[in-house]
């Protein structure tokens, strides 16, 4: 078995469509290039950000495969590999094994909300017959959630269970499971999947992210990444503010993920549409997003000005509240002679 550890920024790679709405193999293709020429450390199929929900089973194989091919190992693919029970994940867990996947990422069990002995059952099944690495996926706004017991639990019983990746977004939480499992699996990663918090969830233990905004300006990303890494704050806490800044917009301002494909065609990308279909109403609201992103870009010369210009924007980030919480990570970690 690998022993690489999982670490650094991995795409949650959107999906190209054509006009008829089939996977744009050509565009993917273009994509992978695209990120992995950025600096970005792995590659994420089959995420939230991927709509994984809206493709069949044969589509998801089949974009990772695509994805798989043309990446020819120049970077790890973490494969997501959730299927509506544990017989159909374990066979997506066996095909990814074949093709060279390096790890897959499995969310708790979805639709039916259940507790911790039935999450940590349904892992210890998988965990216990999975021929691949796995990854918990903790999103609890959309899945049942993992705890921190079960994940302590999981790590020591199943040696196939290498990471989690998290997307609540809570430090405490993440303080909490570091704490726990790192003793005793010191291999053991841990992945957030909360962008707006990529800086404090690195300063606190964490080995990168997931983050969807890496889909966009992997550039500003994997800087946020290196600056944090080698503990330059004042220059990553910048960078993480404007990343913030970004993320709000793309998320908060149209129906997830269309902010981040809109962002995604502004680069040069041609996304097509998503698979959730749209209003009028809503084509029109994210006709305004597109011009607004078009500046947020341009401002760091990833494109140019849309016509007529941009005027001044006012923020929704308020960075003495960001400030604070980085000043509170550091002055922990200095407590606990870490820094």
Known sequence: MTTQKLQGIF???LVPQDNCGNINESELRKYVDWLIERGVHGLYPNGSTGEFTRFTP????RIVAIIADQTRGRVPILAGAAEANVKETLSA???YAD???????IVAPFYYKLGPSSVYAYFKEIGDNTPIDVTLYNIPMFASPIDVPTVQRLSEECE??????????????????????RPNRPDFAFLTGWDAALMPMMLIGCDGGTNASSGVVPEITRKLYDLTLAHRIEEARQVQYDLVKLF??????????EGFRAAVELRGLRMGRGRQPMSTEQRTDLETLSRTLQCMLSAHGFTDEPVGGCSATTSNVDPVEVGTIVQNVVAELTRRGLM
Not at 58 to 61: D, L, P, Q, S, V
Not at 99 to 105: E, L
Request: glycine fraction near 4%; aromatic fraction near 6%; include cysteine.
């Open 160 to 181: 196939r269970i290498v990471a989690i990746k998290d997307s609540s977004g809570e430090i405490p939480h993440m303080i909490r499971m570091i704490d726990a499992v």
């Open 11 to 13: 795409t949650p790679n």
């Open 248 to 257: 709000d917009t793309m998320i908060y301002s149209a129906e997830f993920p």
């Open 93 to 95: 867990c066996e095909y």
């Open 58 to 61: 044969e589509e998801r194989r």
């Open 99 to 105: 093709i060279g996947v390096r790890a897959v990422a």
